[in-house]
Structure formats: C-alpha cells, structure tokens
C-alpha cells in the first residue's frame, strides 16, 4: 500500500432501479483535502457512506485507511471521523456534556473545551442541543466528527445552513486540521467552499465521475480566455475576451492616458466550469 488514504475501483451502488453510484475511481492521498461536488442525487452521500462503513455496495474495490470499511473493525473505526448529513446526538444533553461524552468513545481524542471553542460554540457550551439553531445544530456535528483526532474525516455537506462567519471559521478548522495532516474529503454544493479548500476535486453527475483535478485547471479551466471589462466615456461598459488579458491591459492604459475606467479582469470561475461540466452531462 503506497500513501493513499482511499482507493476507490468501479464503485457500484443500487437502491432497487435506482443505480445511484454507476462504476466511481477515486484516489486520494494521505493528507489531501479533497473535494466532491456534483447535483443533487448525483450519489455523493451514497459514495461516502460507502467510504464510511455504513452502507454496503453492490460492486467495486474500496479501500479507506488500508481496510475494506465493509470488514474493517473498532480501531478503524476510531480513525474515522465522520459529520453525518443530520447528526442525532441526544437532544436533552448540552453540548459540552455530548463533546464530552463522544470523546470517550476514541483512544486519543482532542480536548472538549478546545473542539468546542474551534466550532464558535463556548457560548453554547451549557445549552441543551434542542435549543440549538439549525446552524449551532451542525456546527455540533462538525465538533463531534473532529472530537476523536481521526486521520480521515469525511465530511457529507459540513456547512449546510452555516452563517458566512460560522463557514470561515470551520474553514479555518479545516486549513488547521490539515495542517495537522489529517485526511480530509467533503461534499459540498458551495463552489467557493470548494476552490476555498480542495487541493483536488471530483464532479460526479448520475453516479459517474466526470471530471477531476485541482480546482484552477479542473475542466480545462485554465485555458479559458480572460476578458477584460471597462467603460468607455462615450459608449459605456465595454468587454473583451483575450489571452494576452496584460497586453489589452496596456493597450487600454495608453488609450485613456492613465486610469481606465472601471477596469475588471475576470476569468472562468469554479462555478462556470462546473455548470458547463454538469450541462455537458444533462445533455446527454
Ligand atoms: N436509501 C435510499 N433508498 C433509495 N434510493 C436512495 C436512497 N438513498 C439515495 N437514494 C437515491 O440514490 C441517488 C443518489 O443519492 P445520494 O443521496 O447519494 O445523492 P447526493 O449526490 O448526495 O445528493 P444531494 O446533493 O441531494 O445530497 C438518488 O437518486 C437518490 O434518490
């Protein structure tokens, strides 16, 4: 076994005529963050569940931590933290009390009152989880995956319902933790989520992989032409699309003897290629 954190063949997965997982590759190394987006009922959660242990396949090779998680056992297990897509931790504890007592499930887990405090929920920390806000609720959840040092995470739309501070700060959570060189791979429907935290990314569409890649050159985005955007006194917003956007830059500059008004450069975003990615599936 070489530093793969999770080795995926010709993953299948059905629920009666539904093939919901239609022959995945994945590889992912030890340390990665690694991203997979796709629309909905594209079999995202149904791939990590696999990963998981908590869905069995109908065809395929997995390996998650060098096991198979159909066979692999409690200390596996406890390698494996995991942000369910709706938590059910017991509505009557607090939240330090939960923290606390999902702690003890692991050999070496990281501080309650720490976790806690990564999360943004010291304030919370003597609530009842009932009393929670949908977007405490998950933050919860995320503090209870995290709770056991995993070496992996898997994380199935971890900032579902998160305010933008609450999304930063998890987002620094996860820069720290793989810093710390834990594993990590999120679903997301939040491209910016994505380009913000993925060293590598996966499109799945109708249970297939479409496209992967790093996120700046991921369906040859990269080769994309720039387009410069500006107004013109006299004729208003003008663009254009070029590959020498520095050349049309200066071109400008002399043209309006200094400042140009309104200048923008934009290039092909995350979203406009997944949407030309997953359009190309719908067309089909
Ligand atoms: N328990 C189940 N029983 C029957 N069909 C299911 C079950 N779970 C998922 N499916 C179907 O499998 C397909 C893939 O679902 P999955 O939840 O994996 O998609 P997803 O990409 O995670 O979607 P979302 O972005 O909406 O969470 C869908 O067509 C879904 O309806």
Redesign the pocket.
């Known amino acids: 076994m070489g530093n793969e954190a999770v080795r995926v063949r010709g993953l299948c997965k059905r ?2 005529e ?1 093939t ?1 997982v239609d022959g995945v590759d994945l590889d992912i190394e030890r340390g990665e963050v690694f991203g997979i987006l ?10 990590v569940e696999i990963l998981q242990g908590h869905r069995s396949r109908d065809g395929g090779e997995v390996t998650v931590l060098g096991e198979d998680p159909d066979t692999a056992g409690r200390a596996w297990r406890s390698r494996v933290g995991i942000v369910w ?1 709706d938590e059910s931790a017991p509505a009557e504890l607090t939240v330090r009390e939960s923290v606390r007592h999902f702690a003890r499930y692991y050999p070496r887990p990281r501080d309650p009152a720490e976790v806690i405090s990564l999360v943004g929920l010291e304030e919370k920390a003597d609530s009842r989880i009932k009393s929670l806000s949908g977007g405490q609720r998950r933050r919860l959840d995320v503090a209870l995956g995290v709770i056991g040092s995993p070496d992996l995470l898997l994380l199935d ?1 971890p900032t579902t319902g998160f305010d933008p501070a609450a999304r930063h700060r998890f987002w620094d959570l996860i820069r720290m933790l793989a810093r710390e060189g834990t594993t990590i791979v999120l ?1 997301t ?1 939040y491209l910016e989520e994505a380009e913000a935290l993925a060293g590598r990314l996966a499109v ?1 569409a109708a249970g297939r992989v479409v496209a992967h890649g790093d996120p700046a050159t991921l369906g040859g985005r990269a080769e994309d032409r720039a387009t410069v955007h500006w107004t013109d006194p006299r004729e208003g917003p003008r663009s254009t699309e070029t590959d020498t956007p520095t050349r049309t830059v200066a071109e400008l500059t002399r043209r309006f003897d200094g400042e140009i008004p309104a200048l923008r450069v934009t290039r092909t975003t995350l979203e406009d290629v997944y949407l030309r990615l997953i359009g190309q599936e719908d067309a089909r």
């Open positions: 629920y009666g539904v919901a796709g629309p909905n009922g594209a079999g995202k959660s149904t791939t897509q739309e679903t429907h799945i």
